[in-house]
């Protein structure tokens, strides 16, 4: 039987060997990346619960 794992956990995991790998500097840069992305992300564009998404 299979665990089902939740999307954090499975992200948590990843940053943990994110974190263990990459150097310092580079693992700094790229959080601060990331934090820029959230704070200036727009978010009214975001899919959200009834929307319908075309290919």
Request: hydrophobic content about 40%; glycine content about 2%; proline content about 0%.
């Amino acid at each position: 039987m299979s665990t089902a794992r939740s999307l954090n956990e499975t992200l948590a995991e990843f940053q943990a060997k994110r974190a263990e790998t990459m150097l310092a500097d580079r693992l700094k840069i790229n959080f601060e990346q990331r934090q820029l992305l959230v704070k200036t992300a727009d978010r009214s564009a975001f899919v959200k619960t009834g929307d319908i998404v075309q290919h």
